[in-house]
């Protein structure tokens, strides 16, 4: 009796503690969930550019342009960047090699306001000068290379919201270009405003984001028709201290390829520094001129 | 010479001088006739150094060999160069110059450049209104490249910023002007409107030029204002110098032996108040520049003139549009005018000048390939230049371009003059 006592007892405990287990499962499952879907998409990706901006950025990039049979041109780039005004870029770049383009300088300053032209100027060793240029030709391939002017700027964050409209589409484990596995959100992108749309290139852009460090490790984007035409990795994510004590982790090489002809531009970082001292009168016109 | 110059590119293999060489070969071939009107090889180095952390010095040599050369055989006149800034001739077929050659350094916020060097004013592409800080070579026309063409001068350039402002100085002692084709010169001017036609009976004898020579009094001297407000890069410039082009003034006499005239070129002083802007609005750039100067001097048949000349105020100014909108593709529309004041009664030109041009520049494949088409038309002589290039970059180190020029109008027109030189180039450039 006591023998079918205690097994009843311990059969009640037993399924005690089962029920527990699977209530704590089942708490812990739904915890986790309701902590992947916490962040909306919109809280993603400005979390992804609060990952690609410090307050300023230096570094030397090593553009390395293939074409479909494997014949490269290299270019050496400096580049700087100020983004000390989180929803106003500046960005200071001049090509150091080859020979043909060097001393080739440009100056982007972004505006707050998204309804005002941004700022662009470009200098030419070979005319002596610098000259405006327009800012809208966001389409247009830079200096020859798979990214347009429009993938050199952070189209998504505080104001990348304003013109976009995000959804999170799934979550996916991919292997980035060198083979390391990231659990990444997969967002789609897509222009809103009429400025957007008339400037951009795409007409959609899916991203994968990945959710140890916010890194967009992969990037697809859509042509006007709706079809795919080029794609983006970022790979070698790295962390990097930062001049004020920080750490920050960014993808120290970037690839880009157009699809259609397979051509490819790689982007390799080197001397990265965040947050040091740029000098601001790096940002001016009269320094595009000068060069220094 | 030849000694020198080898030792001095062998001792930059051995230094620290950063370097970057362009060899380029041209083959100039006449559309008409098929003979070659050129064909040369020219070799330009560029060497930089630094000097500490805020300054450097850079030197531009070029060598230029022509083994056929319609554009100015033989030695150059070399007139209208000042001593330091001509061309040394190895012989017949091999020239030398030092295009550039100046030290750039910085005083506190201020840049000081000294040396040689050139200074590029205005927003202008091909026409020149504020552009003339520098001379030019005449040697090709107007169908060399305006950075290989513009004489670099021995001045002194101090940029200074004040707060949003620039101001740019310029002391210019050099004494170098426009240097013209000489008679049997490929492209010698013949033009009406910039040289006095010949007649018929009348033996004509060019004096040399009267070039300025002193110093202080007869330098250069430049300010810019540049600044950008709200979207506008806008300059305000005054250039207190000699005109380049010389006043070809003219006495005509007669004696024993029949009508006589006699050319007396003489260089003048001239103000030239301009101003610039460059504003960009969506896919389009609109700028423009504007000089006025009072003292232009123009040809003139009339009675009352005793030295065939006349002087007048000039106001010119360039308006361009630039269009982005086309993927990969640059547009360029320009409108130049130039008014003169008074009548244009016996004059050699319009009251009223005006030239238009387009340009087209589409690249494809990645920058390897690049096309450009240019248009240049003056509606007073309905003259014009159309100029087609096709440019191939295969890779960092070679360019193969294959442009054609075709000069048409009015023989008294400044492009038609050259109606017959119309030609196609075979060019081929390698860095190193």
């Not at chain 2, 000489?182 to 040399?208: A, H, K, M, W």
């Not at chain 2, 610039?276 to 123009?298: C, H, I, K, M, P």
């Not at chain 2, 007073?380 to 294959?402: A, M, V």
Request: aromatic share 12%; proline share 3%.
């Amino acid at each position: 009796m006591v023998a079918t006592t205690n097994l009843k007892i311990y059969d009640r405990r037993k399924s005690k503690v089962k029920s527990n287990y699977i209530i704590a499962l089942v708490s812990l499952l739904a915890c986790t969930s309701l902590l992947a879907k916490e962040m909306s998409a919109v809280e993603i990706m400005l979390a992804n550019e609060a990952s690609r901006k410090g307050k300023t950025e230096m570094s030397s990039m090593l553009m390395t342009l293939t074409n479909s049979k494997g014949q490269s041109r290299e270019r050496d780039v400096l580049l700087r960047i100020d983004d000390r005004n989180i929803k106003a870029r500046k960005s200071y770049l001049e090509f150091l090699s080859p020979r043909d383009i060097k001393g080739t300088r440009m100056l982007t300053v972004e505006k707050e306001n998204i309804d005002i032209e941004d700022d662009r100027w470009l200098y030419l060793p070979a005319l002596k000068k610098v000259r405006r240029i327009s800012a809208s030709n966001k389409a247009d391939s830079f200096m020859g290379t798979d990214f347009s002017f429009e993938d050199f700027e952070v189209a998504d964050g505080v104001v990348g919201v304003k013109n976009h409209n995000y959804k999170i589409l799934r979550e996916e484990t991919i292997d980035d270009a060198l083979g390391v596995r990231k659990k990444c959100w997969v967002i789609e992108a897509i222009p809103v405003t009429e400025k957007q749309i008339h400037e951009s290139e795409n007409s959609k852009r899916i991203i994968w984001v990945d959710q140890e460090h916010y890194a967009a490790v992969q990037e697809h984007y859509f042509d006007k028709a709706g079809k795919l035409f080029k794609i983006r990795t970022s790979t070698d994510v790295r962390e990097s201290p930062t001049a004020d004590g920080g750490t920050v982790w960014r993808p120290m090489r970037i690839e880009m390829t157009t699809l259609k002809t397979g051509h490819k531009t790689t982007l390799i970082m080197r001397d990265f520094k965040v947050n040091e001292y740029i000098d601001p009168n790096m940002f001016t016109r009269r320094y595009v001129e000068k060069g220094r | 010479m030849f000694i020198i110059i080898f030792g001095f590119y062998s001792s930059i293999l051995r230094s620290e001088i950063q370097t970057s060489h362009k060899l380029e070969t041209e083959w100039g071939i006449n559309a008409y006739d098929v003979t070659t009107q050129r064909f040369e090889l020219t070799l330009t180095s560029e060497l930089e150094t630094a000097i500490g952390k805020a300054s450097e010095l850079k030197v531009i040599p070029r060598i230029r060999a022509t083994a056929s050369d319609k554009l100015d055989p033989g030695e150059s006149s070399q007139d209208e160069r000042s001593r330091v800034s001509r061309r040394y001739y190895m012989n017949d077929y091999v020239e030398f110059e030092l295009r550039e050659f100046y030290f750039d350094t910085t005083i506190g916020k201020s840049y000081l450049t000294l040396g040689k060097q050139q200074v590029v004013w205005g927003t202008a592409d091909g026409l020149r209104v504020l552009d003339v800080v520098n001379p030019f070579s005449f040697r090709e026309f107007i169908l060399e490249e305006f950075n290989a063409s513009r004489i670099p001068l021995w001045m002194t350039n101090i940029q200074i910023p004040i707060d949003k402002y620039d101001i740019q100085l310029l002391w210019i002692p050099d004494k170098s002007y426009n240097d013209f084709s000489d008679e049997g010169d490929l492209y010698y001017l013949t033009s009406p409107r910039y040289v006095p036609p010949p007649q018929d009976g009348i033996d004509v004898q060019i004096n040399d030029v009267d070039r300025p020579d002193r110093f202080w009094e007869d330098s250069d001297f430049g300010l810019r204002l540049t600044t950008t407000w709200s979207g506008w890069d806008l300059s305000l410039n005054y250039l207190y110098h000699y005109d380049d082009s010389p006043v070809l003034r003219r006495r005509v006499f007669s004696d024993s032996a029949g009508l006589h005239a006699v050319i007396m070129p003489e260089y003048e002083r001239s103000h030239l108040y301009g101003a610039t802007f460059s504003v960009a609005n969506g896919d389009f750039v609109y700028r423009g520049e504007l000089g006025y100067s009072r003292e232009r001097y123009v040809l003139s048949d009339e009675p009352g003139e005793s030295d065939g000349v006349t002087q007048r105020s000039d106001l010119s100014y360039v308006f361009g549009v630039d269009y982005s909108g086309l993927l990969n593709t640059f547009l360029s529309f320009q409108l130049f005018q130039s008014y003169i004041s008074g009548s244009d009664q016996y004059l050699s030109r319009d009251k009223v000048d005006t030239t238009v041009s387009v340009l087209l520049n589409r690249s494809f494949v990645n920058e390897t390939w690049r096309v450009e088409t240019l248009w240049l038309h003056n509606t007073n002589d309905e003259d014009g230049l159309f100029r087609f290039k096709l440019r191939y970059n295969p890779n960092d180190s070679w360019i193969y371009s294959l442009s054609s020029d075709t000069l048409y109008g009015r023989r008294r027109g400044l492009f038609g003059q050259f109606s017959d030189s119309d030609q196609v180039v075979l060019g081929l450039i390698r860095y190193f």
